[in-house]
């Protein structure tokens, strides 16, 4: 199946399990901000026991190797992300969630 570049969005989240655990890796379209900002939240965990982890700064696009943002580790059961990629002027040009 082709997908049309206009569905891809400029930002996402992979995830690959292996081993009970998940790696997490927030992925940017270098070809939409060439500099700005980026904010991943990950909570982890089940019931009572949730842990947040907040990762974020500011990126140029030609620095990133394939587009990776930030890389997060949890385990298989109960996690949640989100991201937010901001340009350099502060304005929101992208969101993605995953879990």
Known sequence: ?????ANI??????AV?????VK???VLDGQLVEKGQYV??????????V???RQGGEFEAGDLENGRLATAYVGAAGWSAQLKVY???????????KS
Do not use: Q, W, Y
């Not at 990950?42 to 026991?49: F, K, P």
């Open 1 to 5: 199946m082709i997908v049309a570049a």
């Open 40 to 49: 991943l939240v990950v909570r982890s965990g089940v019931s009572d026991n």
């Open 9 to 14: 969005p400029p930002c996402h989240i992979e």
């Open 24 to 26: 997490l890796e927030a």
């Open 87 to 97: 340009s350099h002027d502060g304005k929101l040009v992208c969101t993605t969630s």
């Open 17 to 21: 399990e292996r081993n009970g655990f």
């Open 51 to 53: 842990s947040t982890s």
